[in-house]
């Protein structure tokens, strides 16, 4: 289910006027209208890509009475973005122990080195 | 241009097959057939997801011989990463900024409360 989940997140941010909608709504809440307005889409477009954003649990939306407000949930973003930083901090604890290895074995030959010069 | 390397990012992320890819590479560099083994699909399926880490930047590609030796590039993760990680904190100074607006509008309430008791 985590797999759908994190799937529909990242298809959804992989879209520059999703991308911007997001970066908007981090900023603060605001109408449907306010949201289409630095966008140069139509109406039906930004519906269509905020239902996108709303599926994927990244933007929640809340209508009362004729105005709809759109807000960040943070969580799913949280789950994106951990999920690409384990990977990362993986990738670089295996980094890491290369670099602890290159180093023993440089040492390893230093020695090597130093006891030849010392004969 | 930077638009455009982030949708093929967050693109590449969104294929659960591509994720386990990233994955198993996170732990090291493998080969082709190492890539393939654990994944239950066709070699050419491997291929075409292979193909799409490495248009994005996410991983990297190198043939020695008749080995193809696949690795993480963590620039591309790094970059998605913080993308997110920056929205993120935009919405959660948002809401710090929210919460002290409350705590302060609270505070004032109660300073009126007092006053009023005084009297």
């Known amino acids: 289910m985590?797999?759908?989940a994190l799937d529909r997140t990242f298809h959804a941010l992989?879209?520059?006027?999703?991308?911007?909608?997001?970066?908007?709504?981090?900023r603060g809440p605001a109408s449907v209208s306010e949201l289409?307005?630095?966008?140069?889409?139509?109406?039906?477009?930004v519906m269509q890509h905020l239902?996108?954003?709303?599926?994927?649990?990244?933007?929640r939306t809340e209508k009362v009475g004729r105005v709809r407000t759109c807000s960040v949930e943070p969580k799913m973003l949280g789950l994106a973005e951990r999920w690409i930083a384990e990977r990362r901090a993986?990738?670089?604890?295996?980094l890491d122990?290369?670099?602890?290895?290159?180093d023993a074995t440089a040492s390893e030959?230093?020695?090597?080195t130093d006891s030849g010069e010392a004969k």
Chains 1, 2 share one sequence.
């Open 14 to 26: 992989s879209d520059p006027t999703r991308r911007a909608m997001v970066q908007r709504l981090a």
């Open 36 to 45: 289409a307005k630095p966008l140069s889409i139509s109406l039906p477009a």
């Open 2 to 4: 985590q797999a759908t």
């Open 51 to 59: 239902a996108v954003l709303e599926t994927s649990g990244i933007v």
């Open 90 to 94: 993986s990738w670089e604890r295996k």
């Open 109 to 112: 030959n230093d020695n090597d």
């Open 97 to 102: 122990r290369l670099a602890d290895y290159l």
